[in-house]
């Protein structure tokens, strides 16, 4: 069975044996944590930080989480919320008047944490390159029309729910949307979690590594056909798309992409998102309201998602799972957010798998933190 470093709460045992079948069977390097009422019961790793199995994965060994970045943004939107300097019920043009062209005078903040804004994508094809420049993206979106009125309909926005929401951000604030999360919500939580990663860490981030149906890290970002995360293998224009060694090159470290250049690990994504299992407060660090918080799971869409192909329940930023919430990253990463337990799980691993295809990697982590809850 493979080595597992860190600490576990004997009540988690099933947590630890649950990553270590994980690694020993699909997994490279990975780690797992569960946070209860906003304290760390579980933080652990093991493995490789690299393909060829030659760096062990350490503490603070942090890699690509993809689309799991997504709840730190829609942290941030759920945070100005909370501090009235954010309507979620607003236009977005009330705080970024040039989105209003085209049609979208009506798309409210809310659609878009929601996915139901009409923007799931960008018109013409997008390259990793494109998305570097964010007045150039930015502008590309505000100048977009909607694929269906505001609100009727749900696609999930892969990568334009965290442009739309960061501009929205810097404009209220005057700070990227990195900054600020770096600022306000990683710092005074002490987690380890970046949204343009300074070159300083670049020693400690693991590549993410293709599946193996894709050896070679040109695996594409597209639609998923089921189930959580940015996307699956396509065939797709290849001078197009988001490819997997596009997140392990330097230029995506730097930029800032709120919806999928977070890096960080398991205890950094459970130690910011306990906030929210634990009423805004954790850890001594006051950031929302009660109120403030259950906005996250406050129902906006229930029905199909043209994208994903398959029935979701979207709150604000979030997907809602029976009294849970949360959402996962391209290729397996998972965070959890269950405000009646009082218990935040979360799951990063550096081995992509293919999606729908019977990845239940970051699954077996949840069922075996509820196992531990009794």
């Known amino acids: 069975m493979a080595a597992i470093q860190g600490t ?34 579980v933080d652990i ?14 503490p603070d060994t942090i890699t690509i989480v993809w689309s799991t970045t997504k709840t ?5 939107a759920l945070v100005l919320a909370d501090r009235g300097e954010l309507d979620l019920a607003a236009p977005v043009s009330r705080y970024w008047p040039e989105f209003a062209a085209a049609g ?31 007045p150039a993206v930015t502008a590309r979106l505000a100048a977009q029309a909607p694929r269906w009125p505001p609100g009727t309909a749900a696609g999930y926005h892969s990568l334009t729910q965290g442009f739309i929401v960061g501009e929205v951000i810097r404009r209220i604030t005057g700070r990227a949307l ?22 300083e860490h670049d020693h400690r981030v693991s590549p993410v590594i293709a599946p193996p149906s894709s050896p070679s890290g040109d695996w594409v970002a597209a639609p998923p056909a089921a189930g959580l995360g940015a996307g699956a293998p396509a065939q797709a224009d290849p001078g197009a798309g988001i490819r997997v060694s596009d997140g392990n090159s330097l230029a995506w470290r730097r930029a800032e992409i709120p919806s999928a250049s977070g890096f960080g690990n398991a205890r950094s994504v459970a130690a ?9 407060t954790a850890r001594g660090v006051r950031l929302l309201s009660p109120a403030g918080c259950a906005l996250a799971r406050q129902e906006q869409y229930r029905g199909f998602d043209q994208v994903l192909g398959t029935t979701m329940r979207y709150g604000m930023g979030y997907a809602i799972f029976d009294r849970s919430y949360g959402w996962g990253g391209w290729g397996g990463s998972l965070v959890l957010i269950d405000p009646e337990a009082r218990m935040t ?30």
């Open 178 to 199: 990195g900054v600020f999360f770096a600022e306000e919500i990683a710092g005074p939580l002490g987690a380890d979690f970046h949204i343009g990663l300074p070159a």
């Open 272 to 280: 910011v998102q306990s906030v929210l299992a634990c009423g805004g």
């Open 45 to 58: 790793w093991g493995g490789y930080a690299d393909a060829a199995r030659t760096i062990a994965w350490e």
């Open 104 to 134: 979208k005078q009506d798309v409210q903040v809310r659609h878009v944490l929601a996915h139901t804004s009409g923007l799931p994508d960008f018109d013409g094809p997008v390259t990793a390159g494109d998305l570097y420049d964010w």
């Open 72 to 76: 730190m943004t829609a942290l941030c």
């Open 345 to 374: 799980v979360s799951y990063v691993m550096n081995q992509m798998l293919d999606q729908g295809l019977g990845d239940y990697r970051a699954l077996s982590i949840v069922v075996a933190a509820y196992e531990g809850l009794g």
């Open 8 to 41: 576990c709460d004997e009540r988690f045992k099933a947590v630890r044996a649950a990553l270590a079948e994980a690694l020993d069977t699909d997994d490279v390097g990975a780690c797992a944590a569960v946070y209860l009422d906003g304290e760390p019961v």
